[in-house]
């Protein structure tokens, strides 16, 4: 039995070693706090996400982007977190602009008050790897209450922290 529980522990250690695959922030797992909203919400929140993907429909960031606007409008926080990330990836677009960081922090700051840990998340993402901001607290509590939350994203990047912070240094035995 104790052979069991070595071989799932080196399996589990294993996985966390795993990068997070570079589609996975297309593919977000909600957790139950972040809100879906009313039904109306929830049709608006897939109608943008098929849209912004290009999923059975042409790619349409605008249209993507009214419809997340009206999502959330019936309740949709799932719509504030993807408005951030949208506004994240027009970083990438237009560098020089300095608005898109400002909307991005604010859809996450919204989403976060509306207890989805996913936008704290994110939050936590922009404060630690601003170099304004950088926090050598671990762990970080902003990260840790993501995680407490229900975050998928948040306890995957927790879990590896933790494996981080307790290897040995090198040279260490």
Not at 120 to 137: G, I, P, Q, T, V
Request: aromatic share 12%.
């Amino acid at each position: 039995m104790l052979k069991n529980i070595f071989k799932l522990a080196a399996i589990m250690l294993l996985i966390t070693l795993l990068p997070a695959p570079a589609w996975a922030e297309q593919y977000v797992t909600f957790s139950e706090q972040c809100n879906a909203g009313n039904h109306e919400a929830q049709n608006m929140f897939r109608q943008a996400q098929n849209h912004r993907f290009g999923r059975g429909v042409s790619l349409n960031i605008d249209f993507a982007v009214s419809r997340y606007t009206e999502a959330i409008i019936y309740g949709s926080s799932r719509s504030l977190y993807d408005l951030g990330t949208l506004s994240e990836e027009r970083i990438r677009w237009n560098p020089n602009d300095p608005t898109y960081k400002e909307k991005a922090l604010n859809y996450f700051q919204q989403a976060a008050d509306e207890g989805c840990p996913e936008g704290l998340y994110k939050l936590y993402l922009w404060n630690e790897f601003d170099n304004e901001n950088l926090s050598h607290e671990f762990p970080h509590p902003m990260l840790l209450k993501a995680a407490e939350d229900g975050a998928m994203i948040a306890m995957y990047d927790l879990g590896n922290q933790y494996l981080r912070h307790n290897q040995p240094e090198q040279g260490e035995h």
